[in-house]
């Protein structure tokens, strides 16, 4: 079975500093993983992927996240935050099947 | 590329009536995912399709709730009758599945549903 785990459901950081979101996932398969940003009154949209290629993915909006199968995680990270970075943030994963499976999301404030 | 369509934007109702939620996803994408979003339960899958066909429903809460898939390009959330503790963000999403594709879903900006 698969699952994911956000640690911390809301983040506060300063504008300009380092943005760490965290992520665990269990699989029982190589896995596919995911990140989503949800801004206020809109959809999810996909931030970036993991697809069992380069284990360092970057994505848009200066994001990126690595893929480390000995810890089972998935951080997600963003050397200086800027004010629009204020959003809801979801990890996912994806059995390579037909199920998709989200953790609790993290919210994320930026402090001016 | 139009993304996954939604509508309505907004609706309040009344309890008792009946609610329909209507979604076009992308074209060419085989799988369709109905989610519901609250504070209380964040993001709930409520049923996904296939080529049409619903895969999983164990997420619907009760039989108030339906959902349908005539084609590939429509798919509809009824919710008959609602209350109010049915209020939530419903998203559609839609998703390229097979041999090849890794399969991320693509998300409508959701209907609000309000009833009160």
């Known amino acids: 079975a698969q699952s994911v785990t956000q640690l911390g459901s809301h983040v506060s950081v300063s504008e300009g500093a380092l943005v760490l979101l965290r992520c665990n996932y269990s699989?029982?398969?190589?896995?596919?993983l995911f990140w989503y940003v949800q801004y206020p009154n809109q959809g999810l949209q996909l931030l970036l992927k993991?697809?069992?290629?380069?284990?360092l993915v970057k994505g848009i909006n200066g994001f990126e996240a690595e893929f480390k199968k000995s810890e089972t995680s998935f951080h997600l990270t963003k050397p200086s935050a800027h004010m629009r970075d204020a959003a809801e943030y979801f990890c996912?994963?994806?059995?390579?099947?037909?199920?998709?499976?989200f953790g609790t999301g993290t919210s994320l404030t930026v402090i001016p | 590329d139009a993304g996954v369509i939604q509508s309505p934007r907004h609706e309040v109702t009344e309890m008792g009536q009946e609610v329909t939620l209507r979604c076009k996803p992308i074209?060419?994408?085989?799988?369709l995912f109905w989610y519901r979003q609250t504070m209380m339960r964040g993001l709930e899958l409520l049923i996904y399709?296939?080529?049409?066909?619903?895969?999983?429903d164990s997420g619907m809460p009760e039989d108030r709730f339906s959902a349908k898939m005539p084609n590939a390009s429509f798919s509809t959330l009824k919710i008959q009758p609602s209350e109010p503790r049915d209020s939530a963000v419903y998203f559609c999403?839609?998703?390229?599945?097979?041999?090849?594709?890794?399969?991320?879903?693509?998300f409508g900006e959701g209907s609000r549903l309000t009833v009160l």
């Open positions: 999403a839609s998703s390229s599945r097979g041999r090849g594709v890794t399969g991320e879903l693509f």
């Open positions: 699989s029982s398969v190589p896995p596919y």
């Open positions: 993991y697809t069992s290629a380069a284990t």
């Open positions: 996912a994963v994806s059995d390579r099947g037909n199920q998709f499976y």
């Open positions: 074209s060419g994408h085989n799988s």
């Open positions: 399709f296939n080529n049409n066909v619903p895969i999983d």
